[in-house]
Structures are given as C-alpha cells and as structure tokens.
C-alpha cells in the first residue's frame, strides 16, 4: 500500500458528499453498522476505530473512465516505462545518491545552476548531470511546493519530461556543453564537484522527501513492474483512482504502490499534469508522501479503509492487487566495505565481484621490434587489448618501460627511459566489457608520434556506475581494465604479449610470449574503506616466455569492488529448508515472495549473510 495521500490544493466540492449524510434511525442500523445496507451505502471510518464507519449513500462518480482517460493528455504506459527505468538506475547503479551530503551538494547545483538554465533557455531534450536530475525529480513529487518554489527561484516553473535511451543518448554531448557554457566552474560530473556551504532555496525539505523515495523505490523494485501488461493495468486502476478523488474530494484517500507509481510518472510531467488536474479537478491535485505512521487507528489506515470501501463500491475488479502493496518493512540498508571485523575485509571471503587494473608496466621486451601489441584475457575470453608503436625507441635497454595507467581524458601510455619521461593520450573504450587502446611514445624527442582518438562520450557516463564505499564519501576506482569474476568458477589470467615488424598489413619476425596467473593472485590481501589506498591494492608480477627462452616482465596493479548486482560481502549462499520456528526469517521470506502459496514449510531457500 502506497503512503501518499491526496487532497486538491483549493477546497473543492463537499456539499454533495455532506448532503449525504445518513444517521443511523433505530438499533437495528446500529448493530449493523459495520455491514453493508444495501448496494447504495457505504462507511465512512470514524478517528477512533478502523471498523467503526457511518452510513452515507454512494454518491454517482462524476466522470467515466473514459472521460477521465481523455483528460491526460501523455502516454502513461511509455512514461511509465521510462521512469522505472530511471529509477532503477538511481537505485542500482548510484546508491551514492541517497547520500545526504551528496543531495545538499545536488540541491546546490540544482537551484543555482540547473533551474536558471532551464528557465532563461527553455530545452526539454537537454539532459541534467545524474545528482540534479535525480533531487529535481524527488521535487517534482510535491507538484504544489514544486510550482511555488521554482516562481521564487527562477521566476517561472521548468517543464520537464521522461525522455528514452536514444533521446539522451543522442542529446547527452550537448547537454555537458550547454551545462559547461552556462557554468563553466562547475563540473557536469557530480563526482568531480565540490561541496560548499549552502541554503537551500526551495521550502520543500528535498534532502528528507529523498530518504523517502528510497523506500518507495525499493517497494516497486521488483520485475513485474517492468511488466507492460501490469503497467496497462496500474494505468487503468490510477484512472479508477482519480475517479475516486475527483467524486470523495474531501477524503483522504492512498493508492497501491502499483498506481502510486503511475501517479508519480504523470507529476513528473509538471506542466501536463497541472493542466489535466485543472480539467479534472479544478485545481492541482496535491501529493504528500510524508505520512508513513503505519500503527493501528493512524490516518494512512484509516484513509486505506475508506479507499477499500470506495473503490469496492465503485469498480469490479479488486482494490488489493498481488505485487502491489506494501513488503512489510522499507529498504534494506546499502552494504559497504566498511566493518571492523577483519574477516569480512578479507578478499578471500568474496564469492563475486570485479576485478579493476588502474595500472600495467611492461619491462625488459627482449628484441626490438617496431610494433606491440598486449592482450589480457580471462578464461578464454578477451577483455582487453594494447597496441604500441616502438620503431623509434631502444626498447631492449634495461630501463625502458611501457606505462599504461588512465588519466581524465582517455588512456594514458609513459615511455620511461633512464630519467627522461614522456607522456601520450590514447583512447581507452570499455563498452562492452573489453577495451582497445593505441598509443605511442618516443624517448629521443620532445614530441610523439602516436593515433589520437579522442575518448567517447555517451549516455554511459550518465548511467555510470557509482561504488558506494561509505555514507560520507564517494569514491570510483580508476581503472583501464574491468571484469567480473565468480570464486567458485576461478579461471586463469592470460597475458599474451607480440612483438612484430609490419610490412604491408603482415606481421614479420613476429615474437610471441605469454604468462599466467589464477584468479587468487589477483586479488588483495585486504578489502579497505577506502578503494583507492595501498592497502586494497595488489601489485602482481608476471613473467611472459616462450619455448625459445625469451621473456619480459609485467607488473599489473589491481582492486575489487563488490558486485552490486548480487551484494555478496561473505561467502556463498547457503542452501537451508524454511521452517515457522524461525520466525524473523519467514516473515521476511513472506514479505519478499512473489508466490506466497508456494512458500511452505520445508521449501528450500538460499541465504547470504551481509555484515
């Protein structure tokens, strides 16, 4: 059950309703007064007990649901579709932004930067930095707050709309330009900002109505809301919904969070929603989250009562949906690396996670050749790719040294020779779980011959993935090279080095050398807080060969971050049967469960335990 109620921003009809108004005449009509008449009366809840109601006859709806559906005036279901996504996006990949140091950082940004903007150059396809979209949608969901404090800011209200995949993917360049052009000392990147001192603007308490939406995110976040069919359905209930409000104007009614979230789909929409609210109800349609108190004869039970009531009058189909109401506890908190029990720190304890290279030093390349190329591979699998162009070094002297190690604008290649250090920017992509990169250096000159490519730029820097490694700080591991691995599935680290002259697109005197390494060579010793410290990194060296006795060396540095996905801190699942004598668990397992008939006891269910 969602824990919003509803009510107009102006006093709208009540005379109707009042009118109505029935006492009961005799002792029979108070014995009965817990019962249904007749098909034309139902109960209004009364403050002191859930059950107690008086009679009132069932007022006419005032509008069909065809007219009421006529009145909105976007597509639900792919605004529907577009906002699950964004929030699963929140949820999952940058938990970081529930953070509250990083929502007051957000705010910042998002009043003095963000509103202005969109105000003085009006652009609905222009795409916000990932931490102002997310607290300018959190505001949106107090529509009237909302209208009031973007007037006070910025002196008008900024539209805003769901937008897809290709939209942002297509429109994400331009937007980090027009962000940069209209404040170039303020990084589009939230991770690159700075927080500073700052009071906030809007009346609206964002930094709270955020903690909230975790919760109301965590309760949508199962898969049948990404359901098209479910989402039709949620689409025609949030209809029945608004026909409700609009005829019980001056109850308190609350959705179910299968409607609750097309409800916040059409707010995000502010302008469309404004106006169909004024069709439909004469006034903006109101939106208060902050009513969570749960307790028996609270005023979210009692408007769910009368709203059961309503609707059971009202429509055929069933106010309570399976999937659709509350879990029977709010979001779990996020895990973090943090613990002061040094076995959970203990990289020998993951069972999942990914391996990050911020750094390979090649050394000792035992002929001289004028092309190279390095290939890394995990079980088979290539994951990564380096090419180096050496024609014009002395690669067989004993200090030369080939770098790659990421810097702010792509892949960065060092040349070491003796104390002289020269540096080149090649290009580094990493889209689908393997990488290319080409760079070249010289050490006789002040100059380099190398590719230039320039670093892409897409909606994956919008969808980035945030490591969440304590409440306060936010910290993302710098790496050229990123994998997965599974402990239990351990497989072999490959290096493949080639060293070659090329003439005509062929390969000649080509030398070939290779290393391997298990996985529990890679990983550190220890799991810190801090992702990036010495302690959480391991340097690994390898010896690449041949059959003909050649070798080089290599020193590869690397770190693990948790795989989210799965928030496995300790160990594998454990496989046990579910019993009633375990009480805590099975609540828990009946909350969570999308089949509850079949969760009987006896019914095998697997278990991580998270520290």
Known sequence: MGNESTETSKGAETSTQNNNLKQPQNEENKNNKNKIINNNTIFVPTIQQDVDFKQILVPSLKSTHEQMRNCITINLLTACQREINFLRMIDRKAPVLYDRIVVANAIRRYECFWLPAQASKPDLLNIPPLDVHWVWHVHMLSPVSYREDCVAICGTVVDHKLLSADEIQQRYEQSVSAWNNFCPEEPYEFLSSSSKPYKQKSKYDIVEAVQRQRNFNYQISLPHYTSPRFLNDAIDRYINFLQLKQTYSDQFLTPCYDFDLVWHTHQVHPEDYFRNCVAIFGSLLKHDDSINDRNKGSKLLRGEAFTKKAWASHFKNNFWRRGCMFRGHNAPAFLCLESDDESSNNASNLAYGNIHIPSIVLK?????????????????????????????????????????????????????????????????????????????????????????????????????????????????????????????????????????????????????????????????????????????????????ENVNGEHAKINITT?????????????????????????????????AALNRAQLQPGAKIYVALHK
């Not at 799965?566 to 160990?571: H, K, M, R």
Request: hydrophobic content about 30%; charged content about 20%.
């Open 364 to 544: 000792e390349l035992p002929v001289q050749r004028e092309q190279l190329r390095l290939k890394l591979r995990y079980g088979g699998k290539k994951i990564s790719t380096f090419s180096a162009q050496l024609w014009d070094k002395q690669v067989t002297r004993p200090s030369f040294s080939l770098i790659w190690q990421p810097n702010p604008c792509g892949l960065k290649c060092i040349q070491n020779n003796k104390n002289v250090t020269k540096q080149a920017n090649g290009h580094s992509k990493n889209s689908t779980g393997s990488a290319s990169s080409t760079s070249t250096s010289s050490s006789t000159s002040s100059t380099s011959s190398q590719q230039q490519q320039q670093p892409s730029t897409s909606s994956s820097n919008y969808l980035s993935t945030i490591i969440n490694s304590s409440s306060s700080s936010t910290q993302q591991i710098p790496s050229i090279v990123k994998f997965p691995f599974e402990r239990k599935t351990a497989k072999e680290f490959v290096v493949e080095l080639e060293l070659f002259d090329k003439v005509f697109l062929h390969k000649r005197d080509l030398v070939k050398l290779k290393g391997r390494l298990p996985l529990d060579k890679l990983l550190p010793l220890q799991i810190s807080s801090n992702i990036n410290s010495k302690s959480s990194q391991n340097v690994v060296q390898l010896q690449l």
């Open 559 to 591: 770190s693990v971050s948790l795989n989210r996905e799965l928030e496995l801190q300790a160990g594998e699942y454990r496989e046990q049967q579910l019993t009633t004598e375990d009480s805590r668990l099975w609540t828990l397992c009946q909350a």
